[in-house]
């Protein structure tokens, strides 16, 4: 490929490569030289009863609405101010509890002063972040967090890549250690989470499990248990002991494994899989998802304590649903 510009000749993959290994070796850098008060800024925002409201510009304001974001999606109040609408009425969303997250790799974006100001004025705490611990924002934050301060990615260095990226990654890893600290689990992420494949995938089997289910009884006959199977779409019955819990399966596999000209004259228990793998209710479907296939199954029955059986799952529930490993 030939610059336009100079008419020279360049190689933009090599191009390419390069900027994606400067931001690799950035966050590695970043790994090294985590900001020595990241733990403070945990504790600010777990002892804080408001919001966690993050304000930048330009593309440290990109970084910031997803830091925000993810913040939110697990559980943290958070919202996004933009500093130049904060100066035309939006600072009065801002409450004396909240924490504000201000974000400038400089740390000297003049609009995002007034911000400070007013948080210093009502009592607000303030986190930033910034590459020294000089700048005006970071001498004026309750806790600053000082970023290291590499050069850009690219053929000359200026514009905002590393800084961007390492931000974003201190950002995800501020939310992750609230998320550790509060301990968030996979059924509130489901709460914030309730469409899409993530959501689905922690959707528990109680909610997508088959109530009616193809059932017989221990010593009843193959031929009932063929009309059991065929009246159901499963393509396999369950066998009932005398206190009602579930003793066998009967698949198709098992049906092949046994064909011969007397098979419906046999008792269900000299086809029947004995004790056969089933679930709990609140297992999730992701994880069934995992387990059905590891045990090359298609169907699975959902018993309780007592192994009485409360529902049944065919695999292609799961991919009805979408759900993604």
Do not use: W
């Amino acid at each position: 490929m030939t610059c336009s510009r100079t008419g020279h000749k360049i190689d933009c993959v090599e191009e390419a490569k390069r900027v994606i290994r400067d931001e690799a070796n950035a966050l590695l850098v970043l790994v090294d030289h985590l900001p020595e008060r990241f733990e403070d800024a945990v504790e600010l925002i777990l002892n804080s009863s408001g919001r966690v409201v993050v304000s930048g510009i330009g593309k440290s304001g990109h970084i910031g609405r997803k830091i925000s974001s993810t913040m939110a999606s697990l559980g943290q109040k958070s919202f996004f101010l933009h500093p130049s609408e904060a100066q035309h009425g939006d600072l009065g969303m801002l409450d004396e509890n909240d924490v504000l997250l201000l974000i400038s790799y400089s740390g000297e974006a003049v609009e995002l002063f007034p911000v400070l100001d007013f948080a210093k004025r009502i009592g607000s705490k303030v986190i930033s972040i910034s590459k020294s611990d000089i700048s005006t924002l970071a001498k004026n934050s309750d806790v600053p967090l000082v970023l290291p301060d590499i050069t850009e990615a690219g053929t000359f260095g200026i514009a905002p890549t590393v800084s961007s990226t390492n931000t974003l990654a201190l950002g995800d890893a501020l939310a992750m250690a609230l998320l550790a600290e509060k301990g968030f689990t996979r059924e509130q992420f489901k709460t914030f989470h309730p469409g899409g494949a993530l959501g689905r995938g922690l959707t528990p089997v109680r909610d997508i499990m088959h109530r009616e289910m193809p059932l017989i009884q221990t010593g009843d006959s193959m031929q009932n248990a063929l009309l059991t199977m065929t009246s159901f779409s499963f393509g396999c019955v369950g066998v009932l002991g005398k206190d009602a819990s579930l003793v066998g399966i009967i698949t198709d596999g098992d049906l092949r494994r046994n064909m011969c000209v007397d098979l419906l004259a046999k008792s269900v228990d000299d086809v029947m899989t004995a004790n056969p793998i089933t679930i709990c209710k609140d297992i999730l479907a992701s994880e069934l998802l995992h387990l059905m296939e590891e045990a090359k199954i298609t169907n699975i029955f959902v018993t309780d304590a007592h192994n009485i059986p409360l529902g049944i799952v065919h695999i292609h529930d799961l991919f009805q649903n979408s759900i993604k490993r």
